[in-house]
């Protein structure tokens, strides 16, 4: 049985990411410090260690607890506004933390590693859809910690022999299909749970919609969301990849779907059958108009296919969740 550590277990993607192992049944370890993430979403049984990554004698003693055969590395800081206004917090954490966990797996001779990267290595795209090709020129520091622990995986891969895949996810959405786990961030910036948190609440208050006068069909910014459980499931293909041809490779997740914030409200009320009312606030900093993936190359080299194409599907899966959240 595969050992595996999934740092950042107790967050959004990681938690679901640990549902999936178990079911596929994986030996499962989480590292998570509980900044963002929630007790509750690792399932009991499951053996965590406390820590932050920002200290390289918790990594290792994480580390030294069973022979791994694989790191999973979803713990990170996640906000780009944040990421602005803190950039010492983001470098730290995201690239000076994922250090700290690159150095003690090469000492304990661990080779493989999969990376939750991001879209924002992008910046703003020169061209829709986004391929790997396209060149990587973040806008803000969070983006900028991406593309850093890409390069140093890179460079690790060719000194020390540690084979990497980094996925760049676009709009992670949706939750566990049964209602089991889900979004929780607080404060929670992202668009879907934004406007379930606002459709459910005892008094309903209008979305606010960041912008109505970008270059896109109805002013609003437009996004590639794709399901939590399906960006669990690329990990469990890249981590096979990696055994099959080892290397320090980057991969594009998103469904090539792109919807507006409007369509998402749209889609939100055909869901709920309500109306959800919005107000028009100023663009957010750093917001491009457009972000979708070409993600042929994970289709072809991972094997990999999204099986929530549906906006309506992965909204129902994340109502089910907000309907009742238990964290
Ligand atoms: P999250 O905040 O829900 O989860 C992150 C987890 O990491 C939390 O449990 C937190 O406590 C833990 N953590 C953070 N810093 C840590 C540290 N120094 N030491 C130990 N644990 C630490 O975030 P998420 O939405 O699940 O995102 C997971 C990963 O996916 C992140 O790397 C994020 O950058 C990336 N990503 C997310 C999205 C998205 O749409 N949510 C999109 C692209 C990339
Ligand atoms: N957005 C919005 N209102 C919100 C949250 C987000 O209009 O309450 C917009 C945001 O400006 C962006 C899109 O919805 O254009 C998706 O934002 P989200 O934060 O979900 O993901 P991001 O694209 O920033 O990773």
Not at 125 to 139: F, Q, W
């Amino acid at each position: 049985m595969e050992r595996i550590l999934v740092c950042g277990g107790a967050g959004y993607i990681g938690s679901h990411m640990v549902r999936r192992l178990l079911d596929e049944g994986f030996d499962v370890t989480v590292f998570d410090s509980f900044e963002t993430g929630h007790r509750e979403a690792v399932p009991r049984g499951v053996e965590v260690f406390e820590g932050t990554l920002n200290d390289p004698g918790d990594v290792r003693r994480a580390l030294k607890a069973k022979s791994f055969d694989a790191v999973f590395h979803f713990a990170a800081r996640i906000q780009v506004g944040e990421s602005v206004g803190h950039p010492s917090l983001y470098y730290g954490n995201n690239v000076a933390g994922t250090l700290n966990l690159l150095r003690a797996m090469v000492e304990r001779g661990i080779g493989k590693f999969v990376f939750s990267s991001s879209a924002a290595v992008y910046g703003t795209p020169l061209e829709i859809p986004i391929r790997e090709d396209h060149p990587l020129a973040p806008i803000n520091p969070y983006g900028w910690t991406k593309r850093m622990v890409e390069q140093i995986l890179a460079d690790f891969w060719r000194a020390y022999g540690l084979a990497s895949v980094s996925l760049r996810y676009f709009n992670a959405c949706g939750a566990d299909p049964q209602g089991r786990i889900g979004e929780s961030h607080d404060p929670e910036t992202h668009l879907i749970p934004n406007i379930l948190k606002s459709a459910l609440s005892k008094s309903p208050g209008p979305v606010t919609v960041f912008g109505d006068d970008y270059p896109t069909p109805d002013g609003t910014c437009v996004r590639d969301y794709v399901h939590v459980c399906d960006l669990a499931e690329a990990h469990l293909n890249a981590l096979e990849s990696i055994w099959n041809a080892p290397g320090a490779r980057a991969y594009n997740l998103g469904n090539g779907l792109g919807f507006s914030v409007k369509e998402v409200l749209a889609a939100a009320e055909r869901v709920l059958g309500m109306n959800i009312g919005y107000r028009v606030a100023p663009r957010r900093e750093g917001d491009p108009a457009y972000l979708v993936a070409d993600s042929t190359l994970a289709m072809r080299e991972l094997h990999w296919r999204p099986r929530f194409a549906s906006l309506e599907e992965i909204l129902e899966t994340a109502l089910r969740w907000h309907r009742r959240p238990r964290y």
